[in-house]
């Protein structure tokens, strides 16, 4: 069995090549918008096979992230690109403002989406966004792509690129990569904690979190190096009722010190190191369970995606394994979300979503 961990760069290129593929189109039936604008949208009879992000709005509706963006309003599918005004295929995540307006996160951009129209936001930098590092309750935060040095922050007028303050573990992974052909600051993943705190994973430094002061670094070799050489990255991370964070991996949990604002003479977070689920059946206890995504549902559970081997629910006493079936192929999962109903659902890179029933996980079908 092949491990998640090693097929770091596959799941890049991966992720790239499955918005060339080609959907199954059904009729070129297309969404009326109501002010005269170009309508929008095409309904076509499936998803396509590389999913990366799933959401739900507040009116119910889904949206699944493939080659664009799909809606499902529980009747019929719409497919959206670049023809209708969205700036990008590849789909990084999905947000939505109090105000109902969705944001769409891609490798080219942001786009905002008010039922009727896409528009891209202008991003700004450079010297227009310094002492932009604010953290506001209804702030929106993106990544548009991989090789940014920050995340870029949205007020609800602006979109700003900010920068990461150094952190020292740049010294020795310039060292060890003087050519290095990414940046090791570029973010992966972003989660906003239960504290309204935002964390920020990154490619090969580690994770930050941002508490509305300064940024605080946090570094642990498992986290981000492979055990057999390699950089995973920070891919998903997750704060229990506990208080406690999960980080990429089932072997450890982190309590974060309450006190971090106190550590000003540091750009290193304070936290403590603790054991995780201990050993999974079926899993080499001396190999650590790396997981892609993670979410809860309604009952408090953890559910933890790899990348090729399955799904792991944790309830807090034990571990549940679920292997996700495909009589055609190997399901590669990359995407994990609870809608607001609290049912879990699961994206993969080439075998559709998937939704769980109360015992398995069946294929998303409209």
Same mark, same amino acid.
């Given at each position: 069995m092949r491990h998640p961990i090693r097929l770091a760069l596959l799941i890049v290129f991966l992720f790239i090549a499955v918005?060339?593929?080609?959907?199954?189109?059904? @009729?070129? #039936?297309?969404? $009326?918008? @109501? @002010?005269?604008?170009?309508?929008?949208? *095409?309904?076509? /009879?499936?998803? +396509?096979?590389? =999913?990366?992000?799933?959401? !739900?709005?507040a009116g119910g509706n889904y949206w699944f992230g493939g080659d664009g963006i799909y809606k499902f309003d529980g009747k019929q599918l719409t497919h959206y690109n670049q023809q209708d005004g969205l700036c990008g295929l590849s789909i990084l995540g999905i947000q939505q403002d109090q105000f109902g307006l969705l944001y769409f996160d891609t490798t080219e951009g942001i786009s905002k989406f008010d039922g009727t129209r896409f528009t891209t936001l202008e991003i700004v930098s450079g010297d227009a966004a310094e002492g932009q590092w604010k953290l506001n309750q209804d702030d929106l935060w993106f990544r548009a792509g991989w090789d940014r040095s920050g995340p870029l922050r949205y007020d609800g007028t602006t979109l700003y690129a900010l920068e990461f303050p150094h952190t020292k573990q740049a010294e020795p992974f310039f060292a060890a990569y003087p050519n290095a052909s990414y940046n090791p600051y570029g973010v992966y993943s972003i989660y906003k904690d239960r504290a309204g705190k935002m964390w920020f994973g990154t490619s090969s430094l580690g994770l930050c979190m941002?508490?509305?002061?300064?940024?605080?670094?946090?570094?642990?070799?498992?986290?981000?190096?492979? +055990?057999?050489?390699?950089? %995973?990255?920070?891919?998903?991370?997750?704060?229990?009722?506990?208080?406690? %964070?999960?980080?990429?991996?089932?072997?450890?949990?982190?309590? #974060?010190?309450? !006190? =971090?604002?106190?550590?000003? *003479?540091?750009?290193?977070?304070?936290?403590?190191?603790?054991?995780?689920?201990?050993?999974? $059946?079926?899993?080499?206890? *001396?190999? +650590?369970?790396? %997981?892609? $995504?993670?979410? *809860?549902?309604?009952?408090?559970?953890?559910?933890?995606?790899?990348?090729?081997?399955? #799904? /792991?629910?944790?309830? &807090?006493?034990?571990?549940?394994?679920?292997?996700?079936?495909? /009589? !055609?192929?190997?399901?590669?999962?990359?995407?994990?979300?609870?809608?607001?109903?609290?049912?879990?659902?699961?994206?993969?890179? @080439?075998? &559709?979503?998937?939704?769980?029933?109360?015992?398995?996980?069946?294929?998303?079908?409209?």
């Open positions: 918005f060339s593929s080609c959907n199954g189109q059904a @009729n070129s #039936v297309r969404e $009326a918008s @109501n @002010n005269g604008l170009k309508s929008l949208g *095409e309904v076509v /009879s499936k998803l +396509p096979e590389g =999913i990366t992000t799933i959401f !739900q709005d941002y508490d509305g002061e300064r940024v605080y670094w946090m570094f642990e070799d498992e986290l981000t190096n492979t +055990p057999d050489g390699g950089s %995973f990255g920070i891919r998903s991370m997750f704060q229990d009722a506990n208080e406690s %964070f999960w980080i990429c991996n089932t072997h450890f949990r982190y309590q #974060v010190s309450a !006190q =971090i604002t106190g550590a000003k *003479e540091s750009e290193e977070l304070v936290y403590t190191k603790g054991e995780g689920v201990g050993e999974i $059946a079926g899993h080499n206890p *001396e190999d +650590p369970l790396y %997981f892609m $995504a993670i979410s *809860e549902d309604k009952n408090g559970d953890l559910w933890m995606v790899t990348y090729d081997d399955g #799904v /792991s629910r944790y309830t &807090g006493t034990e571990i549940l394994r679920y292997q996700i079936e495909n /009589s !055609q192929t190997e399901v590669l999962l990359f995407t994990c979300y609870t809608d607001n109903e609290g049912v879990v659902w699961l994206g993969s890179h @080439n075998a &559709g979503a998937w939704s769980f029933n109360g015992e398995e996980f069946v294929k998303f079908e409209p």
